[in-house]
T-cell receptor, first 115, second 108 residues
Framework: DAMVIQNPRYQVTQFGKPVTLSCSQT?????MYWYQQKSSQAPKLLFH???????NEADTPDNFQSRRPNTSFCFLDIRSPGLGDAAMYLC??????????????FGAGSRLTVL | RKEVEQDPGPFNVPEGATVAFNCTYS??????FFWYRQDCRKEPKLLMS???SGNEDGRFTAQLNRASQYISLLIRDSKLSDSATYLC?????????FGKGTRLHILP
């Protein structure tokens, strides 16, 4: 049973056309993360929510925004996608601070193509 | 210098062989350590957490050396299905940092 579900799995958009990616979880985890992963690169953290507290990474472009309306859902909004934003976007969750017992659980990812 | 560094490989290893990877981290305040496995175009999946005392899960053994700030993963009796990218992951406070991964190809 999928516990972290991302939609859509594949998204094609035009340069500059806004995109929203969604993530839902059935784990009741406190923390939700959004990562961007480009080919042959490490997943790069964009931001995370600890409950309702939003934590933005310093180098995340303003073009990327996020919303967490409730515990189960989190959205990634890309306001004006550029060609450089084409990537796999990974949502992950954890129960509290990640430790040996509390691990990251990933969704299957949303692959974004920008034309 | 990146906070988490791994040899990107690829490591090409015959089936049945033993293979080991290392990962180094630069911040001594790092608190938790993991190995994740990622198959091509799929999401990362937890392979194992890494503890100072070392831990083993079947054919996989992980070690943490805090003094030298490195983590290792040993795979014994490698299988074709072990072919993947292995990501070293480090937590420091609320930051979770991934290495670029080491690609492993098991050859028949």
């Amino acid at each position: 049973d999928a516990m972290v579900i991302q939609n859509p799995r594949y998204q094609v958009t035009q340069f500059g056309k806004p995109v929203t990616l969604s993530c839902s979880q059935t784990l009741n985890h406190n923390v939700m993360y959004w990562y961007q992963q480009k080919s042959s690169q490490a997943p790069k953290l964009l931001f995370h929510y600890y409950d309702k507290d939003f934590n933005n990474e310093a180098d995340t472009p303003d073009n990327f925004q996020s919303r967490r309306p409730n515990t189960s859902f989190c959205f990634l909004d890309i306001r004006s996608p550029g060609l450089g934003d084409a990537a796999m976007y990974l949502c992950a969750t954890s129960r509290g601070r990640v430790s040996g017992a509390n691990v990251l659980t990933f969704g299957a990812g949303s692959r974004l193509t920008v034309l | 210098r990146k906070e988490v560094e791994q040899d990107p490989g690829p490591f090409n290893v015959p089936e049945g062989a033993t293979v080991a990877f290392n990962c180094t981290y630069s911040n001594s305040a790092s608190q938790s350590f993991f190995w994740y496995r990622q198959d091509c175009r799929k999401e990362p999946k937890l392979l194992m957490s890494v503890y100072s005392s070392g831990n083993e899960d079947g054919r996989f053994t992980a070690q943490l050396n805090r003094a030298s700030q490195y983590i290792s993963l040993l795979i014994r009796d490698s299988k074709l299905s072990d072919s993947a990218t292995y990501l070293c992951v480090v937590r420091r406070d609320d930051k979770i940092i991934f290495g670029k991964g080491t690609r492993l190809h098991i050859l028949p």
